[in-house]
């Protein structure tokens, strides 16, 4: 039996149920760029989810703990300040 997910609503894909994408990562098929773009961006969302933590770590490693989640929420920072 599949189970509903708070915030993500299920949609039918072929034979089988699959759950949709929630809305904050289906801004590309919302401002006309179509499906290659949401791809896209689960790409790039993936590669930093794999390449952060690494960096992350070797970098507290070599400056300290506190100096690398500065480092960290700087960079947190200008990412949220960028446009869309």
Known sequence: MIRAVPGIRPQRAGAGAAYGVPGR???G????????AGSY???????????????????ADRAGFAAA????????AVAVALPP
């Open 25 to 27: 990562f289906r801004g």
């Open 29 to 36: 098929a919302r401002l006309g760029q179509g499906i290659a």
């Open 41 to 59: 961006y689960w790409v790039l969302y993936g590669i930093g989810a794999v390449i952060g933590p690494l960096l992350s770590g070797h970098l």
């Open 69 to 76: 989640l500065r480092a960290a929420f700087l960079i947190e």
